[in-house]
């Protein structure tokens, strides 16, 4: 069990530029999840996949916004034409069942300038 | 309001006291979950439940269906215990738990 895995840790981008982050879960689950969290708050709900079906989608995920997990195994996010207010932590989460414990990543923090 | 509530946001504590963090929601759920947050943004599971009560080591998680209440509670703290704990609830999905709704976090400080 290597653990939930995402890349990069820290993005730093001019406002306006998209950026993709990646997410590798734990190589059994086949529940993967993103929230974003921002300073001094608890994580929001972003996207769900199981498998490869995305199966729920927040309001919060703008047309900005679009994930994939075209095989089942890793996942991306894309945020295209990037603004201040997408500046935070995203987090990503992958489980074996439905009723079982999530396992987190450490996150990719998001910086606008 | 938030669908999730945590009491207290801050709490500084000493070495070896009796910890209780509280939570609260107010929507149906299929489990409760209490996780440890570290800065840097690492999340930790550390209880799942959605009856009664669960130990791991120093730390204990009761729930309250009823009352739609948990607690955490840490004894014998020590400062590595210093973190932010939060309290997730998970929401039915077609039958299935999907998606956690998270509280806003209580911010732990354990002083030697």
């Known amino acids: 069990d290597t653990g939930v895995s995402q890349d990069p840790r820290h993005k730093i981008t001019k406002r306006g530029q998209n950026v993709t982050f990646r997410c590798d879960p734990i190589?059994?689950?086949?529940?993967l999840y993103w929230y974003r969290q921002t300073l001094g708050q608890g994580p929001e709900f972003l996207t769900y996949f199981q498998n490869e079906a995305q199966l729920e989608k927040s309001r919060l995920l703008s047309d900005r916004f679009s994930a994939e997990r075209p095989k089942g195994s890793f996942s991306t996010l894309e945020i295209q034409r990037t603004e201040q207010g997408d500046s935070a932590m995203y987090l990503c989460?992958?489980?074996?069942?439905?009723?079982?414990?999530?396992?987190f990543g450490d996150g990719t923090r998001l910086s606008i300038l | 309001k938030n669908e999730v509530e945590q009491s207290p946001q801050n709490l500084t504590a000493q070495e070896g006291e009796f910890i209780t963090i509280n939570c609260s929601y107010s929507?149906?759920?299929?489990?409760l979950h209490w996780l440890q947050q570290h800065p840097g943004g690492g999340i930790v599971s550390l209880f799942m439940?959605?009856?009664g009560k669960k130990k791991h080591g120093r730390l204990i998680a009761t729930i309250n269906i009823q009352e739609k209440h948990s607690s955490l509670h840490i004894t014998a703290s020590h400062p590595r215990d210093s973190a932010v704990y939060i309290c997730?609830?998970?929401?039915?999905?077609?039958?299935?738990?999907?998606?956690?709704?998270f509280g806003t976090g209580t911010l732990l400080a354990v002083q030697p």
């Open positions: 997730a609830v998970g929401r039915p999905y077609g039958g299935a738990t999907n998606k956690l709704i």
């Open positions: 989460a992958s489980s074996l069942m439905t009723n079982q414990p999530q396992h």
């Open positions: 439940l959605s009856s």
């Open positions: 929507v149906g759920i299929s489990a």
């Open positions: 190589s059994e689950h086949n529940r």
